[in-house]
């Protein structure tokens, strides 16, 4: 029994002190808790968002350099944006290409899923622009691909899709040579630039999200 200021016995006892790192330790979890939940918010408010109008979905594609990194129009990189219908019983996209070379014919490559389709080849206008609005009731090889033969996938379902561009180093016209003709895709006609160049220049800078019904 303590006698308290007023002459009063109390039967408070003193009061045990927490030492500092104890505290800290206590806490130390939650606070690596709120920090890796701030970095995830943020990290997911980084990523760019589909853009959306008149029932279509935007995707942009871009030049790269070696590191993987966009290279911008004005240090003279190539661009391209898509607009693809999300959800449909076919992927109708329309396709616009900047900043390519005039005279020379580049393919469309689309991965979906796992498989890799070449669709077509196509030259852009004098301007080095490119335009491409078509319909696809099924994905499929369109142009000659050698051994790269991917077999035909109905759009049905839900599919990750990404657009490329790149050079069109196929025969300028005839088949691919030196595959035997029963091989699946042996008869896609050619009509590329005959030099062997089939280097990327546009890359997806989003997947495409497209549901077939």
């Known amino acids: 029994m303590m006698p308290s200021d007023a002459g009063e016995t109390t039967t408070e006892r003193p009061r045990t002190r927490v030492p500092k790192t104890i505290f800290v330790k206590a806490l130390l979890p939650a606070l ?50 898509v607009w693809y219908v999300p959800s449909a019983p076919a992927l109708r996209f329309e396709l616009r290409a900047y900043g390519l070379h005039a005279g020379r014919r580049y393919v ?34 369109g142009v000659c691909v050698g051994a790269n033969y991917d077999p035909p996938k109905p759009v049905l379902g839900h599919h990750k899709v990404k657009f490329w561009i790149k ?20 008869q896609l006609a050619c009509h590329g630039n005959g030099d062997g160049d089939y280097s990327y220049l546009l890359l997806e800078n989003e997947v495409a999200d497209f549901t077939g019904r």
């Not at 942009?60 to 290279?71: C, E, G, N, V, W």
């Not at 469309?108 to 696809?136: C, F, N």
């Open 167 to 186: 050079n069109d180093g196929s025969p300028a016209s005839g088949t691919m040579p030196g595959i035997p003709p029963n091989a699946p895709g042996a």
């Open 32 to 81: 690596l808790a709120t920090v890796l939940f701030v970095f995830l918010f943020m990290r997911a408010s980084a990523k760019p968002h589909p853009v959306v109008s008149n029932g279509m979905t935007r995707v942009t594609l871009s030049q790269k350099d070696a590191s993987f990194r966009p290279i911008p129009r004005a240090a003279g990189g190539a661009t391209g944006v």
């Open 108 to 141: 469309l490559e689309m991965q979906v899923d796992k498989a890799i389709y070449t669709v077509a080849s196509y030259a852009p206008d004098a301007r080095g622009d490119l335009a491409i609005d078509t319909t696809l009731t099924q994905f499929q090889e």
